[in-house]
């Protein structure tokens, strides 16, 4: 069988900023106040990880949650016809690390130590938009634990959840980090 009957090819380009930390904002505003910050376009740049996968910036900002938005597209598909499982690993990694970074005091930082995820159906480029709500489940001094579910906005339909676990440490200003 010759493939070249059933190929069609596309192209997909776009730019980016190149997304800098502000360690000098993050320093002197709460975690919340930074991310409003940037989802403002305040400060700093949108991370190029959104535009990557076609995710909204955050958005329903409040302490201890957040929300995003992403689109399946045909360029996120594996090789047997369904969106990528790393799509919707994204996409709940990324909500469920703003909502913890909303919970953060001045100059406290995050990272991922653990990411559980769970699937519940196929996400098709044909399912349409898609919302993660994630929700900080408990944050203390050196570590938080959040929530999250990715839903299908028009079938309201769960296709995926997921909790996380990050580690919490005083921010400093590391080699290659340019402050302001």
Do not use: W
């Given at each position: 069988m010759d493939n070249n009957d059933t190929l069609t090819t596309k192209s997909r380009s776009y730019e980016y900023a190149v997304a800098k930390f502000n360690i000098e904002a993050a320093m002197n505003m709460s975690?919340?106040?930074?991310?409003?910050a940037l989802a403002?376009?305040?400060?700093?740049?949108?991370?190029?990880?959104?535009?990557?996968?076609?995710?909204?910036?955050?958005?329903?900002l409040e302490e201890g949650s957040a929300i995003v938005?992403?689109?399946?597209?045909?360029?996120?598909?594996n090789p047997m016809g369904f969106v990528h499982g790393g799509?919707?690993?994204t996409i709940l990694d990324t909500v469920v690390g703003i909502a913890v970074h909303t919970s953060l005091p001045k100059g406290i930082g995050y990272t991922t130590a653990q990411l559980n995820l769970n699937y519940t159906r196929a996400i098709l480029?044909?399912?349409?938009?898609?919302r993660a709500q994630g929700k900080v489940i408990h944050s203390g001094r050196q570590m938080a634990t959040a929530?999250?579910?990715l839903h299908g906005v028009e079938d309201g339909k769960l296709y995926?959840?997921?909790?996380?676990?990050?580690?919490?440490f005083p921010l400093k200003l590391h080699k290659g980090q340019v402050a302001g």
């Open positions: 975690g919340l106040e930074y991310m409003r403002a376009g305040e400060i700093g740049a949108p991370p190029p990880i959104a535009q990557t996968v076609n995710m909204s910036l955050p958005f329903a938005e992403a689109y399946p597209a045909d360029f996120l598909l799509f919707a690993a480029p044909s399912t349409g938009k898609l929530e999250g579910y995926a959840h997921a909790t996380t676990t990050c580690f919490l």
